[in-house]
Structures are given as structure tokens and as C-alpha cells.
């Protein structure tokens, strides 16, 4: 086609040739004349590109294949746009997909268009903002589904943990029974992958003939190797289940919260009290479905066509409330409290999406829902995340544009049209958006196909629409970037261009430098923030015990919630069975692991401190309950004391670390110093008085100081067994005595202390690294931010730097100039962000949790300082590598163009 | 760079070359010699707008091109007015006939 209309031309230009001499005139003069009149060829035949429409398809082709050569040509930069947008694009797409699926799309499982609601029951103290779930009584869950007016079907369920036993295959498994009512997949939407699920409950039918289930996709991998199960049977709390279905692989119940284990299993709730007596659950399991008090049931229903959710929850207030006023007072909670606190019922209907967890409030941004909250918050962090990428693009690009202008002039000058260029530069900037966006959509789908194996993450999955969305995004921001400069650029038409004057250079890189000051603004505090994580993380790490302990000592988790019998009952078949332990041979020592009670906040009495200065700090500890004879099964020394001395009445004797008494007493005896306990009310609990120092070198956990509570008798849910050879060797025989001594009891993995560091040690370490890489990110991308503003202004001010270098600046001076500049941006970003940074921390101090509080004890300014320091250094190699290129601008070549 | 001597009406290039080739088909270089000779030397194409022109027609299927030798003994594209083309000419020729008659009988007129 090109060949052609170039073949046509030119026979064009031959024929007028031959005219003009036949007409008289040399060939020479007629050959340019014939060129004068036919005007510009390549004009002519780009107008006649335009005009045959096939034209544009080829010539972007061409355009392509041009933009691969120059990629080819600048590696570097081009690879540094794909990878920040590659990031960027990832990272929005990450964020998005959670969103979309936790706020936009049902459970998985449930299909797309059927229209479920959930049913939810909510409660608080009438002086507190905060809702709590409140779960249907089984009348009230009755009643609902009577309201035939708003809805066309409604189901409930009640969760409760079951042990399943299947000879040869689980052996006495935890898992989470649903009791469902009637047609409870049909409601769902959801059909059994296998089998024929749940039949309907016959009236008067005797349970025996009741008692089926339908198990979880996982159950039936793990279990049965997806074997065919239909009509086998399990054993669930000794109770015989037929099987008759497998849920499908994505559906694992409806509600988040309930979808964490792989092992479910959906059964009538007729069998619930067959299953709960064979437990021998302590309350009368008949009573739950009649009392109002019982609170129990979820419900999730479908709404009548034209039905709002609005009205729906207007009809379901009304049974809620009924159901409240049958309800028994409520009992003051705790000893102190003079009254019963006043409690505000209410109910609602909501839609039922991803993350719908029962009663804490739906994912529509309401004020005091924390995780609404954090899907806000994390929303705007992507948009963030996602604007300083645009913003680093559009530095690259336009750097990269302003450094080809030479070659553009070119272009215009061999008569190629505006629009030519500009699409051509255009046709680059999207081809690398395409690229960095198929690269960034790939890194995302592998992470959520990662995730998609995490349980609670499972509702997480990679989509096809957030896919779609991300391209555009990526698309949308490859042409705005690509736009500005190429219009910059093509700007002012071929002289301007070729003379190479600067451009309205001051403004676009005044907003350039905005940008870069507001990222490294951004970027300490997020540093700081993750290494004060990592510190904490590095810092729970215990310390290896001494003389291979680790490898001595099993830990044994036994519940007993799920063993038949009374309290008393319960206690004596656990001491039986310690003792059996505790005698049988190889083992030396059983003993309760401690238990944590909490955190306190104590502070030594003033009469009881010494002349050490910081004796009159409030130290807040993690308290836990200590049984005689665990430091020495542990093989931690005392180094002061008696191993534990019994509480008395008034007082409560404790064990300190070495550190804190050290820090509390200095070289003073702590022996028998008083500790007062400080309430969040600031009222004085009881005393603690020091019996014991323990060497805190051995123990550790978490950051803040532990304090052991001295009792002499314990009962927890875990004993630690010391044996005299490495451990591993006892397990079969102590399972043995776990499976005779508690009939019913689940079986817990057992495991050495080893084997749980070990364990801690290789989640930890993945945190850390995790964490490092996000901080190394973060890092990147600000540092390419700070490298394009850099690179830009080098290329605006080429001709300065020339003139500079004409009159006798040295090559030293000009790096100087651009690196001092470059560098002061980095400060004044640090310092704007010095002051988030402190607030971040403070924000983290306050936010102590149970589980532990984030270290905040090295010195902030100190880590601030190495944090500033490393960013500093970045953001000078970034700045560097640009400001030693304007030392390379040859002074005749800029200045030519005057 | 226009030689025109006379600016052609906006649109009517369109209906010089259909009603040209429909006369007889012929290449490119050829028909901008005939539009000069026949309008006796008042209308003048340029290369850069003849061309753009012949491949829009061709583009919508109102002529084709097609490669021949002439009788110089000259590879040439040959362009010739389709069916659609043809049908095209008449409606422009009618249109441009009662435009002309309009703007004749408006200069008359006043």
C-alpha cells in the first residue's frame, strides 16, 4: 500500500518532468520544478495516509515498532516507568480487589445474583458508642421467618466446635458444626458439589435417622483424599453422621468470621442436641431452642422482589424488640459495678457481601465500625500510593520527552505534522503503560492466588472486573502522562523547538518539587513506622533456653470444653491424666504452662524505693500466672528468692525479671519490695510484693516487662512435660494416655518448644522480610521520584548550565548546584516529616493490645535519625546520578542554538 | 505552495474527478492535466490535494485503482468510477444543478 502510493507519486513526478522538457527546459531545472509544484512529498503523503483510513492501523504499527527501537535505546528509564507503574498498578489493584470483594460481591460460593441478606441482631451499653453482635433466640429466628410480608425465605444456623473421628483418617480432629435449619442451601444459593445434600426435616421422624451432614470441600480433601463419601459414616462427638454431600470448594459458610476452618460440616438442626449431649455439654442443650435467652441463631434470608432493606429492617426491629422484652434483665458484670449496665437492642437488614461478619456493623462506612475504617483507610493509602506513581511517571516521561526535543524538532522539521508526533510519543508512553500494567496485574494475581490458600483470605480472589479496572486505570494513566509532555514538547513549532529554549520550564517543575517534597514527606514516617514493626518483631524472639531444653519440653493443649461431665468430673479425669504423665517413664516434670491474665500497670510504692531515679516510672507489664517449679523446668535460674512463695490474702507475691529490678532497685535488694497497682481509674488495686528475680536473659516475651503471678495450683489449657531425653520420642505414648483418659477430648498436635521456635522463628522471619520489602519499595519509589525531578530539571536548563560552563563554571560547580538542589528537597521533605513521623508513633505507643505492644523504647529519635539518614543517602545517589549528567553538557552544543 | 489560479469550490473535487473518470478512466497524473486543460487553464489541482482526494474515493468504494500499463509503456494506476460511484455522480451533478440554477437565478434576480 505505502509502496504503491509512493510508485503513484513518484510516476507523477516523472511524467511533469518529461513535460517540462519537452516544453524546453534541462532535465535538471524541470526535475525541480516538477518537485516546486507537487509541493512537499512526504506532507502529500501523509495527508494521503489520513485520507484511506487503513492508513492509522499501519502507521500505529509502525509507531510501535518505533517505540520498542526506542526502548531499546534508553533501557534504563524505560524499564524504571514500567516497574513504578508495574508497583503502582499492583498495588491498586490489590487494594481495590479487597475492597471490591469484601464490600461489592457476596460470600464465595454464593452466586452473584441471588439476592441475600443478612439478618443481625445488635446490642451496646447505653453509654458506649460501640455495637456488639447479638444473636437470635431460636423463636425470635421463628418468628422472622414468619415475616412472609418482607421476606420469601429466611434460615439460621448455630456454629458450636464438634470433635470428628473417622477411624484410620482423623483421629479426634477439631472441627465447626453448622446447624442449619431447613432448606438452608437452598437459600443460599449454594448446590453440594457431590451427593445430594441436606434432605427436609421430616416431622416426627426419630433423630437417628436425622443425624446426616454435608461436609466442606477441604474436609472431603483432607479427610478422604475427595474419595467418594457419599453414605459413609464419621463419628462427630462420638455420635454416627452419614455423609450425603460435599459443600463446593469456594463455599465455607457465609459469614467471615466462620469461614477460618478447613474441616466444617453442615448438619440439621434436629441433631444439634444428639450432638452436643455426646459431648456432654453442660447445659441443657434442649432448653437453647425454646429459651428467649438463647441467643444462638444467625439468620440470612432473600427479600421479596420490591422489598426494601429498609423496610425489611423496620419489620425485624419489631420481633427484635418482643423478643428483648422476654429476654431476663441483664446481671451487673464484675463485682464493683453497683448496677446492672443499661443495654440498647437493635436489628437490622443488610445486604450480605465478602466480608459480612454477624453484627459488627455492614461495610458502609459507618463511623464506629474499625473495619470499615480500615478499608477507608486503605483505600485512600491506594489512591495515594496510585497519584504518586502518576506523578513519578509524569516526571520520567516528561523528562525523557524534554530530553528528545532535538530529535522531535527533527521530526517537524522533515515535515512529519504535530498530530504525527504526538501520537507517536503518545503511541510510547501507552505501549509502557500497557506493559507496566500487564506486569503490575501479574504480580497481583499471584499474590491473591497466595492469599487464596490463607482460610480467612479465601474470599479474596482474583477478578476479572478489578482486572479490567486496573488496565484502564493503567491505560488512563499512561496517556494523561503521555499527553502533557508530548504536547509540551511538539509546542512552538519546528524553529522554537530546534533552537531548544527552555519551556515553561519554573512552573511544571514547581509542582514537580511539590511532589517529590510530599512523597520523602510520606516516606519517613511509613519507614520509621515498619522498622519500629520489624524492631518489635526481631525483639519478641525468645532467647534459646539453656542446655537444649527446648527439645526436653512438650507442650500439651487439652480442651476440655468438649469432655463429658461435671466441672468436678472434668478435673479429676485431667489429673488422672497428668498423673499418668507425670509417672510414666522419660517424663520428669508436668507442669501447667502459665497463663496470661493481662496487662497491668504498676508502679513501686513510695516508701518502698530506693535512690535510684527511675523507681517512680509506672511500668506497664504483662502479668502471668506461674505454678512452682516452672523456672526450673525451664532451667531459667533465680537469681533471687524462693522459686514461689503463695499469695496471702492481702498481698500477691510476684517474680520479676532481672532487668526490671535492676532498672526499679538498682543494686538494692527488690527481695519483698511492694508494687501498687494501678488501675485505668487511677484507684489502687491490691499490692504485689516481690518474692522472686528470675534471670530475664532466658525469658522474654514482647517488650514490656513480664511479671509472674506466684500461685501454687493452676488449671490452664496447656502443660508443659520435661523429659529427660529429647521429647519428640514420648509423643505417641502420651497421645495414647490423652485418648484413654479423655474419651472425647480433641487431640491436639504435640509438640516440642523446639519445634514451636522453630515454628515462630520461620513466620517471623517471612514478616520481616515481608515488611523489609515494602519499606525497600516505599524507599524506591520515593528515590525515583526525587531522580526524575532531578533529571528534569538537568534537561530544562541545559542552556543555563551551558552558559554557566561558557563563562568558567567548573564541571564540580554545576554537579554541586543540581545535587545541592536535589538534596534540599530531601530535607525539607524530612523535616515536614518528622513531626508525622512522631505522631505515628505515638498513635502506635497508644495502640497496646492484648497480644503485646509495639516497641517503642529505643530512642525514637534515633531511629527517626538512621531512618532520615538512610533516605538521605537514597535520595542522594538518585539526585547524583542526574546532576553528574549536567556536568557532561557540552557548553558549544547548548549554546548552539543561538 | 497552492498554484491554483482559481480556488476550487469546497466539495466540488469530489464531483470533478467522478465526473472525469466516469468520462474515462485514468491514472492520477493524467486527470490533474485534463481538470487544467478542460477548465481551460482557470482550475489547477494540486498534487497534495488530488491524491488525498482519489484515495477517500477509493476508500469508500465510489472509484478503483487498479495497475496497468499505458500506452507510454509507463506502470500506472488506473482509477475508474464504480457502480456506487456512478450513482454518487448523479446525485451531485443534480445537486450541483440546482445549486448553480439557485445562484443564478439569484444573481439575476438582484
Given at each position: 500500500m505505502e509502496r504503491e502510493m509512493h510508485a503513484e507519486m513518484q510516476l507523477h513526478l516523472d511524467r511533469h518532468t518529461d513535460l517540462l522538457v519537452a516544453r524546453g527546459m534541462s532535465r535538471v531545472d524541470a526535475r525541480a520544478a516538477a518537485r516546486r509544484e507537487f509541493g512537499n512529498v512526504s506532507v502529500h503523503q501523509e495527508d494521503a495516509r489520513d485520507a484511506r483510513g487503513v492508513g492509522w492501523i499501519e502507521s500505529i504499527g509502525a509507531d510501535v515498532r518505533f517505540a520498542f527501537r526506542y526502548f531499546a535505546r534508553k533501557p534504563l528509564s524505560s524499564a524504571t516507568i514500567v516497574l513504578v507503574l508495574a508497583f503502582g498498578i499492583a498495588g491498586y489493584a490489590a487494594v481495590f480487589g479487597l475492597l471490591q470483594s469484601a464490600v461489592m460481591r457476596p460470600p464465595p460460593g454464593v452466586p452473584a445474583d441471588v439476592p441475600l441478606v443478612l439478618l443481625r441482631g445488635k446490642v451496646r451499653q447505653k453509654d458506649q458508642p460501640a455495637w456488639w453482635p447479638q444473636r437470635f433466640s431460636y423463636p425470635e429466628l421463628r418468628e422472622m421467618t414468619e415475616l412472609r410480608s418482607v421476606f420469601s425465605v429466611v434460615t439460621g444456623w448455630t456454629e458450636s466446635n464438634v470433635v470428628v473421628d473417622i477411624p484410620g483418617v482423623l483421629d479426634r480432629a477439631t472441627a465447626q458444626a453448622q446447624f442449619v435449619t431447613d432448606g438452608f442451601f437452598s437459600v443460599v444459593g449454594v448446590r453440594p458439589a457431590v451427593g445430594s445434600g441436606l434432605p427436609a426435616t421430616v416431622a416426627g421422624a426419630p433423630v437417628e435417622s436425622q443425624l446426616v451432614g454435608v461436609i466442606s470441600y477441604p474436609m472431603w480433601e483432607d479427610a478422604f483424599g475427595r474419595e467418594d463419601v457419599v453414605n459413609r459414616t464419621v463419628m462427630v462427638n462420638g455420635v454416627a453422621v452419614r455423609i450425603v454431600g460435599v459443600a463446593p470448594p469456594?463455599?465455607?459458610?457465609?459469614?467471615a468470621h466462620s469461614r477460618g476452618h478447613r474441616l466444617t460440616m453442615w448438619l440439621p438442626l434436629a441433631t444439634r442436641s444428639a450432638i452436643r449431649a455426646g459431648a456432654g455439654?453442660?447445659?441443657?442443650?434442649?432448653?437453647a431452642l425454646s429459651s428467649a435467652d438463647s441467643t444462638l441463631f444467625e439468620a440470612v434470608g432473600r427479600l421479596k422482589p420490591g422489598v426494601s432493606t429498609e423496610q425489611a429492617t423496620a419489620a425485624v426491629r419489631v420481633v427484635a424488640a418482643r423478643a428483648v422484652s422476654q429476654m431476663a434483665p441483664p446481671r451487673a458484670v464484675?463485682?464493683?459495678?453497683?448496677k446492672p449496665p443499661t443495654l440498647v437492642y437493635d436489628a437490622e437488614v443488610a445486604r450480605l457481601r465478602g466480608w459480612s461478619v454477624g453484627g459488627s456493623g455492614e461495610l458502609g462506612l459507618s463511623p464506629n465500625d474499625p473495619v470499615s475504617a480500615l478499608f477507608a483507610l486503605l483505600g485512600t493509602v491506594a489512591t495515594l500510593l496510585l497519584l504518586v506513581v502518576c506523578a513519578n511517571v509524569a516526571a520520567l516521561v516528561v523528562s525523557a520527552a524534554v530530553g528528545r526535543r532535538q530529535e522531535i524538532a527533527v521530526r517537524l522539521s522533515l515535515g512529519a505534522s504535530r498530530t504525527r508526533v504526538i501520537r507517536q510519543l503518545l503511541t510510547e508512553s501507552t505501549v509502557l503503560a500497557a506493559i507496566g500494567g500487564a506486569l503490575g496485574l501479574a504480580v497481583y494475581w499471584g499474590v491473591i492466588a497466595a492469599l487464596g490458600q490463607v482460610p480467612y483470605a479465601a474470599f479474596f480472589r482474583p477478578d476479572l472486573g478489578t482486572v479490567a479496572f486496573s488496565m484502564c486505570v493503567a491505560l488512563g494513566t499512561g496517556i494523561l502522562c503521555g499527553l502533557a509532555p508530548a504536547l509540551h514538547a511538539t509546542r512552538g513549532g519546528v524553529a522554537v523547538a530546534l533552537k531548544d529554549t527552555e519551556m515553561g520550564a519554573t512552573r511544571r517543575s514547581r509542582l514537580q518539587h511539590l511532589f517529590v517534597v510530599a512523597q520523602v514527606m510520606f516516606t519517613q514516617p511509613l519507614l520509621v513506622v515498619l522498622a519500629l514493626l520489624i524492631g518489635t518483631v526481631v525483639n519478641e524472639a525468645t532467647i534459646p533456653l539453656p542446655n537444649g531444653i527446648p527439645d526436653h519440653v512438650l507442650r500439651l493443649v487439652v480442651d476440655m470444653t468438649l469432655t463429658p461431665g461435671t466441672d468436678t468430673q472434668r478435673g479429676a479425669a485431667l489429673d488422672r491424666l497428668l498423673r499418668r504423665i507425670a509417672e510414666s517413664p522419660g517424663v520428669e516434670t508436668v507442669l501447667p504452662d502459665p497463663v496470661f491474665v493481662g496487662n497491668a500497670t504498676i508502679r513501686v510504692r513510695a516508701e518502698d524505693r530506693g535512690t535510684v531515679a527511675g523507681a517512680a516510672a509506672t511500668v506497664t507489664s504483662k502479668m502471668e500466672v506461674v505454678t512452682p517449679g516452672y523456672f526450673d523446668l525451664m532451667g531459667v535460674p533465680l537469681v533471687r528468692g524462693s522459686d514461689v512463695t503463695p499469695s496471702s490474702d492481702t498481698s500477691v507475691t510476684v517474680i520479676i525479671g532481672s532487668d526490671l529490678a535492676r532498672e526499679l532497685f538498682?543494686?538494692?535488694?527488690?527481695?519483698?519490695r511492694r508494687f501498687t497497682r494501678i488501675s485505668p481509674s487511677q484507684t489502687a488495686l491490691r499490692d504485689l510484693v516481690v518474692s522472686g528475680v528470675y534471670d530475664s536473659k532466658y525469658i522474654d516475651r514482647g517488650n514490656s516487662a513480664l511479671v509472674f503471678r506466684a500461685v501454687t495450683k493452676l488449671r490452664g489449657n496447656a502443660y508443659l512435660i520435661r523429659a529427660t531425653a529429647p521429647a519428640t520420642d514420648l509423643v505417641d505414648s502420651i497421645r495414647g494416655m490423652v485418648r484413654e483418659e479423655l474419651p472425647s477430648a480433641p487431640i491436639a498436635p504435640l509438640v516440642t518448644l523446639a519445634q514451636i521456635e522453630t515454628q515462630e522463628t520461620r513466620s517471623r522471619k517471612a514478616l520481616e522480610a515481608g515488611m523489609a520489602v515494602c519499606g525497600g519499595l516505599i524507599l524506591l519509589l520515593s528515590s525515583i521520584g526525587l531522580y526524575g525531578a532531578v533529571a528534569l530539571g538537568v534537561g530544562q536548563r541545559r542552556r543555563e548550565i551551558g552558559i554557566r560552563m561558557a563563562l568558567g563554571a567548573r564541571a564540580g560547580q554545576v554537579v554541586a548546584l543540581f545535587y545541592g538542589g536535589g538534596v534540599r528537597l530531601g530535607i525539607i521533605g524530612l523535616a515536614l516529616g518528622l513531626p508525622i513521623s512522631l505522631a505515628s508513633v505515638a498513635l502506635l505507643k497508644s495502640s497496646t493490645t492484648t497480644s503485646g505492644t509495639v516497641d517503642t523504647s529505643p530512642s525514637v529519635l534515633l531511629i527517626g535519625g538512621v531512618i532520615g539518614g538512610l533516605v538521605m543517602v537514597v535520595a542522594s545517589v538518585a539526585t547524583l546520578i542526574p546532576a553528574t549528567r549536567a556536568a557532561r553538557v557540552d557548553p558549544v552544543a547548548a549554546l548552539r542554538s543561538e | 505552495v497552492s498554484h491554483a489560479k482559481s480556488p476550487l469550490l469546497p466539495g466540488t473535487l469530489e464531483l470533478i474527478v467522478l465526473q472525469l473518470l466516469q468520462a474515462e478512466p485514468t491514472n492520477g497524473y493524467d486527470l490533474s492535466l485534463r481538470i487544467q486543460t478542460i477548465s481551460k487553464d482557470v482550475l489547477s489541482v494540486n498534487a497534495g490535494s488530488l491524491y488525498p482526494a482519489l484515495y477517500r474515493l477509493e476508500e469508500r468504494g465510489l472509484i478503483k485503482g487498479e495497475w496497468s500499463n499505458t500506452s507510454a509503456g509507463r506502470h500506472a494506476k488506473v482509477y475508474s468510477v464504480t457502480k456506487a460511484g456512478h450513482k454518487q455522480l448523479i446525485d451531485q451533478r443534480d445537486a450541483w444543478r440546482r445549486f448553480s440554477g439557485a445562484l443564478a437565478a439569484i444573481l439575476k434576480a438582484t
Amino acid at each position: 500500500m505505502e509502496r504503491e502510493m509512493h510508485a503513484e507519486m513518484q510516476l507523477h513526478l516523472d511524467r511533469h518532468t518529461d513535460l517540462l522538457v519537452a516544453r524546453g527546459m534541462s532535465r535538471v531545472d524541470a526535475r525541480a520544478a516538477a518537485r516546486r509544484e507537487f509541493g512537499n512529498v512526504s506532507v502529500h503523503q501523509e495527508d494521503a495516509r489520513d485520507a484511506r483510513g487503513v492508513g492509522w492501523i499501519e502507521s500505529i504499527g509502525a509507531d510501535v515498532r518505533f517505540a520498542f527501537r526506542y526502548f531499546a535505546r534508553k533501557p534504563l528509564s524505560s524499564a524504571t516507568i514500567v516497574l513504578v507503574l508495574a508497583f503502582g498498578i499492583a498495588g491498586y489493584a490489590a487494594v481495590f480487589g479487597l475492597l471490591q470483594s469484601a464490600v461489592m460481591r457476596p460470600p464465595p460460593g454464593v452466586p452473584a445474583d441471588v439476592p441475600l441478606v443478612l439478618l443481625r441482631g445488635k446490642v451496646r451499653q447505653k453509654d458506649q458508642p460501640a455495637w456488639w453482635p447479638q444473636r437470635f433466640s431460636y423463636p425470635e429466628l421463628r418468628e422472622m421467618t414468619e415475616l412472609r410480608s418482607v421476606f420469601s425465605v429466611v434460615t439460621g444456623w448455630t456454629e458450636s466446635n464438634v470433635v470428628v473421628d473417622i477411624p484410620g483418617v482423623l483421629d479426634r480432629a477439631t472441627a465447626q458444626a453448622q446447624f442449619v435449619t431447613d432448606g438452608f442451601f437452598s437459600v443460599v444459593g449454594v448446590r453440594p458439589a457431590v451427593g445430594s445434600g441436606l434432605p427436609a426435616t421430616v416431622a416426627g421422624a426419630p433423630v437417628e435417622s436425622q443425624l446426616v451432614g454435608v461436609i466442606s470441600y477441604p474436609m472431603w480433601e483432607d479427610a478422604f483424599g475427595r474419595e467418594d463419601v457419599v453414605n459413609r459414616t464419621v463419628m462427630v462427638n462420638g455420635v454416627a453422621v452419614r455423609i450425603v454431600g460435599v459443600a463446593p470448594p469456594e463455599f465455607n459458610g457465609v459469614l467471615a468470621h466462620s469461614r477460618g476452618h478447613r474441616l466444617t460440616m453442615w448438619l440439621p438442626l434436629a441433631t444439634r442436641s444428639a450432638i452436643r449431649a455426646g459431648a456432654g455439654g453442660n447445659r441443657s442443650t434442649a432448653d437453647a431452642l425454646s429459651s428467649a435467652d438463647s441467643t444462638l441463631f444467625e439468620a440470612v434470608g432473600r427479600l421479596k422482589p420490591g422489598v426494601s432493606t429498609e423496610q425489611a429492617t423496620a419489620a425485624v426491629r419489631v420481633v427484635a424488640a418482643r423478643a428483648v422484652s422476654q429476654m431476663a434483665p441483664p446481671r451487673a458484670v464484675g463485682p464493683t459495678s453497683a448496677k446492672p449496665p443499661t443495654l440498647v437492642y437493635d436489628a437490622e437488614v443488610a445486604r450480605l457481601r465478602g466480608w459480612s461478619v454477624g453484627g459488627s456493623g455492614e461495610l458502609g462506612l459507618s463511623p464506629n465500625d474499625p473495619v470499615s475504617a480500615l478499608f477507608a483507610l486503605l483505600g485512600t493509602v491506594a489512591t495515594l500510593l496510585l497519584l504518586v506513581v502518576c506523578a513519578n511517571v509524569a516526571a520520567l516521561v516528561v523528562s525523557a520527552a524534554v530530553g528528545r526535543r532535538q530529535e522531535i524538532a527533527v521530526r517537524l522539521s522533515l515535515g512529519a505534522s504535530r498530530t504525527r508526533v504526538i501520537r507517536q510519543l503518545l503511541t510510547e508512553s501507552t505501549v509502557l503503560a500497557a506493559i507496566g500494567g500487564a506486569l503490575g496485574l501479574a504480580v497481583y494475581w499471584g499474590v491473591i492466588a497466595a492469599l487464596g490458600q490463607v482460610p480467612y483470605a479465601a474470599f479474596f480472589r482474583p477478578d476479572l472486573g478489578t482486572v479490567a479496572f486496573s488496565m484502564c486505570v493503567a491505560l488512563g494513566t499512561g496517556i494523561l502522562c503521555g499527553l502533557a509532555p508530548a504536547l509540551h514538547a511538539t509546542r512552538g513549532g519546528v524553529a522554537v523547538a530546534l533552537k531548544d529554549t527552555e519551556m515553561g520550564a519554573t512552573r511544571r517543575s514547581r509542582l514537580q518539587h511539590l511532589f517529590v517534597v510530599a512523597q520523602v514527606m510520606f516516606t519517613q514516617p511509613l519507614l520509621v513506622v515498619l522498622a519500629l514493626l520489624i524492631g518489635t518483631v526481631v525483639n519478641e524472639a525468645t532467647i534459646p533456653l539453656p542446655n537444649g531444653i527446648p527439645d526436653h519440653v512438650l507442650r500439651l493443649v487439652v480442651d476440655m470444653t468438649l469432655t463429658p461431665g461435671t466441672d468436678t468430673q472434668r478435673g479429676a479425669a485431667l489429673d488422672r491424666l497428668l498423673r499418668r504423665i507425670a509417672e510414666s517413664p522419660g517424663v520428669e516434670t508436668v507442669l501447667p504452662d502459665p497463663v496470661f491474665v493481662g496487662n497491668a500497670t504498676i508502679r513501686v510504692r513510695a516508701e518502698d524505693r530506693g535512690t535510684v531515679a527511675g523507681a517512680a516510672a509506672t511500668v506497664t507489664s504483662k502479668m502471668e500466672v506461674v505454678t512452682p517449679g516452672y523456672f526450673d523446668l525451664m532451667g531459667v535460674p533465680l537469681v533471687r528468692g524462693s522459686d514461689v512463695t503463695p499469695s496471702s490474702d492481702t498481698s500477691v507475691t510476684v517474680i520479676i525479671g532481672s532487668d526490671l529490678a535492676r532498672e526499679l532497685f538498682g543494686d538494692a535488694d527488690p527481695m519483698g519490695r511492694r508494687f501498687t497497682r494501678i488501675s485505668p481509674s487511677q484507684t489502687a488495686l491490691r499490692d504485689l510484693v516481690v518474692s522472686g528475680v528470675y534471670d530475664s536473659k532466658y525469658i522474654d516475651r514482647g517488650n514490656s516487662a513480664l511479671v509472674f503471678r506466684a500461685v501454687t495450683k493452676l488449671r490452664g489449657n496447656a502443660y508443659l512435660i520435661r523429659a529427660t531425653a529429647p521429647a519428640t520420642d514420648l509423643v505417641d505414648s502420651i497421645r495414647g494416655m490423652v485418648r484413654e483418659e479423655l474419651p472425647s477430648a480433641p487431640i491436639a498436635p504435640l509438640v516440642t518448644l523446639a519445634q514451636i521456635e522453630t515454628q515462630e522463628t520461620r513466620s517471623r522471619k517471612a514478616l520481616e522480610a515481608g515488611m523489609a520489602v515494602c519499606g525497600g519499595l516505599i524507599l524506591l519509589l520515593s528515590s525515583i521520584g526525587l531522580y526524575g525531578a532531578v533529571a528534569l530539571g538537568v534537561g530544562q536548563r541545559r542552556r543555563e548550565i551551558g552558559i554557566r560552563m561558557a563563562l568558567g563554571a567548573r564541571a564540580g560547580q554545576v554537579v554541586a548546584l543540581f545535587y545541592g538542589g536535589g538534596v534540599r528537597l530531601g530535607i525539607i521533605g524530612l523535616a515536614l516529616g518528622l513531626p508525622i513521623s512522631l505522631a505515628s508513633v505515638a498513635l502506635l505507643k497508644s495502640s497496646t493490645t492484648t497480644s503485646g505492644t509495639v516497641d517503642t523504647s529505643p530512642s525514637v529519635l534515633l531511629i527517626g535519625g538512621v531512618i532520615g539518614g538512610l533516605v538521605m543517602v537514597v535520595a542522594s545517589v538518585a539526585t547524583l546520578i542526574p546532576a553528574t549528567r549536567a556536568a557532561r553538557v557540552d557548553p558549544v552544543a547548548a549554546l548552539r542554538s543561538e | 505552495v497552492s498554484h491554483a489560479k482559481s480556488p476550487l469550490l469546497p466539495g466540488t473535487l469530489e464531483l470533478i474527478v467522478l465526473q472525469l473518470l466516469q468520462a474515462e478512466p485514468t491514472n492520477g497524473y493524467d486527470l490533474s492535466l485534463r481538470i487544467q486543460t478542460i477548465s481551460k487553464d482557470v482550475l489547477s489541482v494540486n498534487a497534495g490535494s488530488l491524491y488525498p482526494a482519489l484515495y477517500r474515493l477509493e476508500e469508500r468504494g465510489l472509484i478503483k485503482g487498479e495497475w496497468s500499463n499505458t500506452s507510454a509503456g509507463r506502470h500506472a494506476k488506473v482509477y475508474s468510477v464504480t457502480k456506487a460511484g456512478h450513482k454518487q455522480l448523479i446525485d451531485q451533478r443534480d445537486a450541483w444543478r440546482r445549486f448553480s440554477g439557485a445562484l443564478a437565478a439569484i444573481l439575476k434576480a438582484t
